[in-house]
């Protein structure tokens, strides 16, 4: 089973940007689809994108536009790179690798935006 670490989460001011990162323990090659989600303190977890291996992007309407899903098939690494960060991005953000729907999500980094 593949493991996922996820970095680069922190504190930033409303505005700014974050790059998140996720290590995957194994070849993500074999991994048809690989995601970010978040969850905000008391609430569900939602998708916030996806990007699959032939480099089709999916992304949630609240983040469209400032937030870009790329993965390295090479370096078996999954990125966030986020934009023009809102308070209500802060969330835990995790990253997931899936195989037709199976798969994983590893532990999570927080992100906290501050206005």
């Known amino acids: 089973q593949v493991q996922l670490v996820e970095s680069g989460g922190g504190l930033v001011q409303a505005g700014g940007s974050l790059r998140l990162s996720c290590s995957a323990s194994?070849?993500?090659?074999?991994?048809?689809?690989m995601a970010w989600s978040r969850q905000r303190t008391l609430e569900q977890r939602e998708l916030v994108a996806d990007i699959k291996n032939g480099g089709g992007t999916n992304y949630a309407d609240s983040v469209k536009g400032r937030f870009t899903i790329s993965r390295d098939n090479a370096k078996n690494m999954v990125y966030l790179e986020m934009n023009n960060l809102k308070t209500e991005d802060t969330a835990v953000y995790y990253c997931?690798?899936?195989?037709?729907?199976?798969?994983?999500w590893g532990r999570g980094t927080q992100v906290t935006v501050f206005s």
């Open positions: 194994i070849s993500i090659f074999g991994f048809d689809t």
């Open positions: 997931g690798a899936f195989d037709r729907g199976i798969g994983s």
